[in-house]
């Protein structure tokens, strides 16, 4: 089902402390997951434009796709089921606001899963967590093309 086939998960330290820090962190990064897949598909809905459309929708297609990464991993390496819980998503009517929030919302994740995927030895789950790296560089770029085209929208009709 996954192109990934996971191996035993090798961490840089064998600590209790060091593999604590990296459950925690793959919760905080579910969660966002979860949160970000919603948050692109009711911003996907309240946008007009047919491009900007699935453009969010792919978006929030790779946001799901994150979140079964992540928690193949989680799985891996704590024999659990990761446990996510995560409310509604509110988002304004002011789409402009929320692009710019997304935007650097995508910066920060670049580095936190920067952060996390150097604390791997395994290349394979390094592989996995530079996919999902490249993903949110790609969203950010893509944030940054919605958010032109919004401008130049706005211009016009003034
Ligand atoms: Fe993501
Ligand atoms: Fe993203």
Redesign the pocket.
């Known amino acids: 089902m996954y192109p990934y086939n996971l191996e035993q998960i090798k961490i840089m330290s064998e600590e209790d402390s060091q593999k604590n820090k990296i459950t925690e962190m793959l919760i905080l990064a579910l969660e966002?997951?979860l949160k970000?897949k919603d948050y692109y598909m009711q911003m996907m809905e309240q946008v007009n434009d047919k491009e900007v459309k699935e453009i969010l929708r792919q978006m929030s297609l790779?946001?799901q796709k994150?979140?079964k990464y992540l928690s193949q991993i989680y799985k891996q390496l704590t024999g659990n089921e990761p446990v996510v819980q995560v409310g509604k998503v509110e988002i304004s009517g002011n789409i402009l606001e929320e692009i710019a929030k997304a935007f650097f919302g995508e910066l920060e994740?670049v580095e936190i899963y920067r952060r996390l995927m150097f604390l791997f030895l395994n290349l394979q789950i390094r592989d996995m967590i530079y996919e999902?790296i490249t993903?949110?560089q790609a969203?950010a770029a893509k944030l940054n093309y919605i958010n032109t085209k919004y401008r130049a929208k706005k211009e016009t009709e003034e």
């Open positions: 966002d997951e970000d790779d946001e994150h979140y994740a999902i993903d949110e969203h």
